[in-house]
T-cell receptor, first 113, second 115 residues
């Protein structure tokens, strides 16, 4: 069964460093998303992406965040200068159409120290 | 504003007992509703979804949910819980924004199962 894959599963980084979280969406999907879950809190929408551009972003998604689809298969989230409060589980998701269900990856746990 | 409320933060049931997890949503239009399950250290797995049609939807692992528009609810049920059902359950509503769906999640209900 096709699935969304995320790498790495866990990343530890020092405050101020840049990190790139990687995702491979399901191959025939066209809509891509990043969500975040701070430990013990609810899952929050960060950004949606379609046709090589951001379609919507939340207020969490400030200038330190960026997304990119560098090739036909990968979808990345870059955090330019990490802060302690960026520590969270980051989920990538994809959907075939704008109004169909999103399938989530296993997540990348980011720890900023 | 759109929101999802899961009133029960933590529920404990005995194995074999029935289960109902509550979910209420606030959304002006016809909602797309979902239940996801998250096992410890794992990602979000879709249990079931409601888009339209029959208000009682069946999902994986023996779960079902009923959409009640009059109560703005989408409660999740299972007639007989198994120990492997212990996990966190998230209700979500898809909000159509700029032509694209984004999910608004509830805070989750953590289910513990006693043997």
């Amino acid at each position: 069964e096709p699935e969304v894959t995320q790498t790495p599963s866990h990343q530890v980084t020092q405050m101020g460093q840049e990190v790139i979280l990687r995702c491979v969406p399901i191959s025939n999907h066209l809509y891509f998303y990043w969500y975040r879950q701070i430990l013990g809190q609810k899952v929050e929408f960060l950004v949606s992406f379609y046709n090589n551009e951001i379609s919507e972003k939340s207020e969490i998604f400030d200038d330190q965040f960026s997304v990119e689809r560098p090739d036909g298969s990968n979808f990345t989230l870059k955090i330019r200068s990490t802060k302690l409060e960026d520590s969270a589980m980051y989920f990538c998701a994809s959907s075939e159409h704008s109004n169909t269900e999103a399938f989530f990856g296993q997540g990348t746990r980011l720890t900023v120290v | 504003a759109q929101s999802v409320t899961q009133p029960d933060i933590h529920i404990t049931v005995s194995e074999g007992a029935s289960l109902e997890l509550r979910c209420n949503y606030s959304y002006g239009a016809t909602p797309y509703l979902f239940w996801y399950v998250q096992s410890p250290g794992q990602g979000l797995q879709l249990l079931l979804k409601y888009f339209s049609g029959d208000t009682l939807v069946q999902g994986i692992k023996g779960f079902e949910a009923e959409f009640k528009r009059s109560q703005s609810s989408f409660n999740l049920r299972k007639p007989s819980v198994h120990w492997s059902d212990a996990a966190e359950y998230f209700c979500a509503v898809a909000v159509l924004s700029g032509g694209y769906n984004k999910l608004i999640f509830g805070a989750g209900t953590r289910l513990a199962v006693h043997p």
